[in-house]
């Protein structure tokens, strides 16, 4: 897996989760989503276990995408976390 392949991965991750996260309708849904996708064993996890196969001047822009990705998806999920508190 080259960087183009990894980036092609984060983007269709993050369009998954998002959509995902529009479905969402109890809190208990969203802790789900969020330990599926933001886990240990969860795709960001899975890609960047490619990272070893990368040029050394790769790595980090891998690594900052894992992070900005992560942090998207992290902001997001708060974001619907209050919108299911306050309905509760």
Do not use: C, W, Y
């Not at 990272?51 to 790595?59: D, T, V």
Request: no cysteine; aromatic share 2%.
């Amino acid at each position: 897996m080259n960087l183009e392949e990894m980036k092609v991965q984060f983007d269709a991750i993050r369009k998954d989760v998002l959509a995902s996260l529009e479905e969402v309708k109890t809190l208990k849904e969203l802790d789900q989503i969020r330990v599926q996708q933001l886990g240990k064993k969860g795709p960001i996890t899975e890609v960047l276990k490619n990272i070893k196969n990368l040029a050394n001047e790769e790595k980090p822009k891998v690594g900052a995408l894992a992070n900005e990705l992560r942090s998207v998806l992290e902001e997001k999920i708060a974001s619907v976390k209050e919108v299911l508190e306050a309905k509760h």
